[in-house]
Nanobody
Framework: QVQLVESGGGLVQAEGSLRLSCAASGGTFSVYTMGWFRQAPGKEREFVAAISGSGSSTLYADSVKGRFTISRENEKNTVYLQMVSLNREDTDVYYC??????????????????WGKGTLVTVSS
C-alpha cells in the first residue's frame, strides 16, 4: 500500500509563494494519478490539482488556474504543488492523494483510498 507524506506548508504573506511536496513510498509511483486537495475546518474537501502517472496530463480547479502548478518526479516518487500569488482564501490544510484512475475521475475526490495526513498552509494579509 502506498503511503504519502506531505511537506512544505507554513505561514506566508499574501502574494507570496510556497512549494508543497508529497513523497510516496510502498508502491509503484508512476502508475498513480496524484492529486492535491485542500480543506478548511467545517468545509468539504476541495479539489486543487491532479496529474497523470506519466505527468502528461494535468487538471486544475478554476480557483487556482494560473497560480498553482502541479508536477511530479517519478524517479524521486514525489509530486509537487508550486503555489504563487497566494491569498487568504488559499489558507487550508493541503492533502496529497494517489489513485489509479484518470485525473478527470480523481478530481471528484470520490472513492480515493490513499491520502496523506496533510500540511497546513496559512496565508496572512
Amino acid at each position: 500500500q502506498v503511503q504519502l507524506v506531505e511537506s512544505g506548508g507554513g505561514l506566508v504573506q499574501a502574494e507570496g509563494s510556497l512549494r508543497l511536496s508529497c513523497a510516496a513510498s510502498g508502491g509503484t509511483f508512476s502508475v498513480y494519478t496524484m492529486g492535491w486537495f485542500r480543506q478548511a475546518p467545517g468545509k468539504e474537501r476541495e479539489f486543487v490539482a491532479a496529474i497523470s502517472g506519466s505527468g502528461s496530463s494535468t487538471l486544475y480547479a478554476d480557483s487556482v488556474k494560473g497560480r498553482f502548478t502541479i508536477s511530479r518526479e517519478n524517479e524521486k516518487n514525489t509530486v509537487y504543488l508550486q503555489m504563487v500569488s497566494l491569498n487568504r482564501e488559499d489558507t487550508d490544510v493541503y492533502y496529497c492523494a494517489a489513485d489509479g484512475r484518470a485525473p478527470r475521475v480523481v478530481m471528484s475526490g470520490r472513492r480515493i483510498n490513499i491520502w496523506g495526513k496533510g500540511t497546513l498552509v496559512t496565508v496572512s494579509s
